[in-house]
C-alpha cells in the first residue's frame, strides 16, 4: 500500500499537486474513492490529475454532478470521473456501469461521493481524502493498493 500526505493553500496548487498524484496512480490502480465535504477540492483535484495525463485541460473539466459521469482519452488513461452524490441506490449504480468502465483496459475510475455504496467501497484500488482545514487550506491522504 503506497500512503502519502499532501497539503495545498490554494485551488492553483491542489491542481499543480494532481501531477504527483497522478503519479501515484499509473499505472495499477483501476478505481480510486474520493472523499470529503462539498468544496473540499474533490472535483480540483481531478482537474489537476486530468492535466497531468494529458487527458484534458484542467478548465475542461466539470463536475458531473448531473451527468453522473464524464470521460476524458489521454494517451495512456480514459479517465472516467464520477459524482455519485445525487445517486441514492444500489441499482442505479448498476444502470451506470461502473463496473464495467473499471474493467476496460486502461482505465482509471476517479470517484467522488464513493463512500456512499458498500460495493464501490469494497471494489476500490484506493482512497483519497480531502480534509478543509480552515481558508484554503486542505489536507489530500492518498492511499493506494490494498492491504
Ligand atoms: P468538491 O468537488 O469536493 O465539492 P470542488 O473542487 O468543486 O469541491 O470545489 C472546491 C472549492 O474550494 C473551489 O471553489 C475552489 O476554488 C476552492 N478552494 C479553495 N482552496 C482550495 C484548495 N486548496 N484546493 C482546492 N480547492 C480550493
Ligand atoms: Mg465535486
Request: glycine fraction near 10%; charged fraction near 30%.
Amino acid at each position: 500500500m503506497k500512503e502519502k500526505r499532501f497539503k495545498t493553500r490554494s485551488e492553483a496548487g491542489t491542481l499543480a499537486m494532481g501531477e504527483r498524484v497522478a503519479e501515484m496512480l499509473l499505472p495499477a490502480p483501476k478505481m480510486i474513492v474520493l472523499r470529503g465535504d462539498l468544496g473540499a477540492g474533490k472535483t480540483t483535484l481531478v482537474k489537476g490529475i486530468a492535466a497531468a495525463l494529458g487527458a484534458a485541460e484542467a478548465e475542461d473539466v466539470t463536475s458531473p454532478t448531473f451527468t453522473l459521469v464524464h470521460e476524458y482519452v489521454g494517451p495512456k488513461v480514459k479517465l472516467y470521473h464520477l459524482d455519485l452524490y445525487r445517486l441514492e441506490t444500489e441499482r442505479e449504480l448498476l444502470t451506470l456501469g461502473l463496473e464495467e468502465m473499471a474493467e476496460e483496459p486502461d482505465a482509471l475510475v476517479l470517484v467522488e461521493w464513493g463512500e456512499k455504496f458498500a460495493s464501490v467501497v469494497a471494489r476500490a484500488d484506493g482512497e483519497i481524502s480531502i480534509e478543509h482545514v480552515g481558508g484554503d487550506k486542505r489536507l489530500f491522504l492518498v492511499r493506494v493498493g490494498r492491504g
